[in-house]
Every structure is written in C-alpha cells, then in structure tokens.
C-alpha cells in the first residue's frame, strides 16, 4: 500500500488493492504523480490514474506491462527511464 495520503484509501477499479505491491509513483512531465504496482497474481505492473468523481483509481490499460516477458527490475528500470520517477517503494528498491 503506497505510503502516500493522496492514494491510500482509494481502491483500485477491477483489482483487489490489498493483494497488490506497491511499486512507487512516477511523476510524469505535466507533474501529475502516478502510483505504479505489481499483481503478483497476474505478473502484471500497471500504472493508475485517480477517478476524482468517484474516489476510486483505475488500471491505465496502455500501462499494464508483463513480468512474464521481461525482469521485475527490467520494467521498473523502463518506467524509470520512460516517466521518471517520484518515489521508489522499500520493495521497488529491492528489485530495482
């Protein structure tokens, strides 16, 4: 669970939040911070993006990356070097 007020009660549109690793957040170029997890179920890393209507976030589809593919490090290096980021969880920086 990200350790960051703006994310940590809102859930996660198809995903059940409490079975996800927290991989950090990036901060794209228009400043918006964007958390990042891992599905260990699904292998899959996505970014999110808040639903400020109804106080939920939502997968960001083009994001969903596989772990089966490439190494958990490989994607967070890719995201890393695409948008940038943020913040690094304990975990992120484990398997960086």
């Keep these: 669970m990200p350790n ?4 940590r009660d809102l859930g996660i549109e198809g995903r059940e939040k409490e079975r996800l690793e927290w991989l950090g957040t990036t901060s794209p170029g228009d400043g ?5 997890y891992l599905d260990p179920r699904t292998d899959e890393v996505f970014r999110t993006e808040v ?12 994001s969903v990356r596989s772990t089966e593919e490439s190494s958990l490090a490989d994607v967070i290096r890719d995201i890393g070097d695409e948008l940038g980021w943020e913040r690094l969880s304990e975990f992120g920086e484990e398997h960086n």
């Design 4 to 7: 960051d007020d703006r994310y």
């Design 32 to 36: 918006a911070a964007v958390p990042v």
């Design 51 to 62: 639903v400020e209507d109804e106080d939920h976030m939502r997968v960001v589809p083009e």
